[in-house]
T-cell receptor, first 112, second 115 residues
Framework: QQQVKQSPQSLIVQKGGIPIINCAYE??????FPWYQQFPGKGPALLIA?????SEKKEGRFTISFNKSAKQFSLHIMDSQPGDSATYFC???????????FGKGTRLSVIA | DAGVIQSPRHEVTEMGQEVTLRCKPI?????LFWYRQTMMRGLELLIY????????DSGMPEDRFSAKMPNASFSTLKIQPSEPRDSAVYFC?????????????FGDGTRLSIL
């Protein structure tokens, strides 16, 4: 499977800051890019997802930016809160119910 | 919706023992996935099923690992014999098959420790 490279591995921001997590992929056949959020002791849960026909998608305080030519996408969390402290995974797949290819995750800590 | 249910939540056993992890997917979901999560390797797909049939088991690390899905509401992942390097959190996830990409719903995992 093609890899999805995620950075940084960990991130610490102050409350109200805007953490940014970046992902890059190689397989141009990928056409669905979800982000999953995982709290300690829980399984990952879908947070937000984007298709390559748009460059940005917002849901509440979470925004995905997508750059098809660069094969990169990123997650921005506006006005971050301590409750956003979690591990975030980017992923990619081709259309249809094929398995997700996950990045290695970013552990985010938002400190008050 | 009860969500994906995994059992046990924690398992501690000695090397060489057989380990069986269990998963009940969300009713109506046609796809079931088994993942392993470690600090070093992140989330790795081990195997996935569609309508109870294994589709891709290329992620299963070796013959000591096996998975079955005898019916739409139950799957097992078995390790025999277990080794300390199998220690990890194992997740089961399920999703619908219809329409465009459907989110995978994960269980809360089984934390496995092999001594």
């Amino acid at each position: 499977q093609q890899q999805v490279k995620q950075s940084p591995q960990s991130l610490i921001v102050q409350k109200g800051g805007i953490p940014i997590i970046n992902c890059a992929y190689e397989n141009t056949a990928f056409d669905y890019f979800p982000w999953y959020q995982q709290f300690p002791g829980k399984g990952p849960a879908l947070l937000i997802a984007i298709r390559p026909d748009v460059s940005e998608k917002k849901e509440g305080r979470f925004t995905i930016s997508f750059n098809k030519s660069a094969k990169q996408f990123s997650l921005h969390i506006m006005d971050s809160q301590p409750g956003d402290s979690a591990t975030y995974f980017c992923a990619a797949t081709t259309l249809g119910n094929t398995p997700l290819v996950f990045g290695k995750g970013t552990r985010l800590s938002v400190i008050a | 919706d009860a969500g994906v249910i995994q059992s046990p939540r924690h398992e501690v056993t000695e090397m060489g023992q057989e380990v069986t992890l269990r998963c009940k997917p969300i009713s109506g979901h046609d796809y079931l996935f088994w993942y392993r999560q470690t600090m070093m390797r992140g989330l790795e797909l081990l195997i996935y099923f569609n309508n109870n049939v294994p589709i891709d088991d290329s992620g299963m690390p070796e013959d000591r690992f096996s998975a079955k899905m005898p019916n739409a509401s139950f799957s097992t992942l078995k390790i025999q014999p277990s080794e300390p390097r199998d220690s990890a959190v194992y997740f089961c996830a399920s999703s619908r098959s219809t329409g465009s990409n459907q989110p995978q719903h994960f269980g809360d995992g089984t934390r496995l420790s092999i001594l």
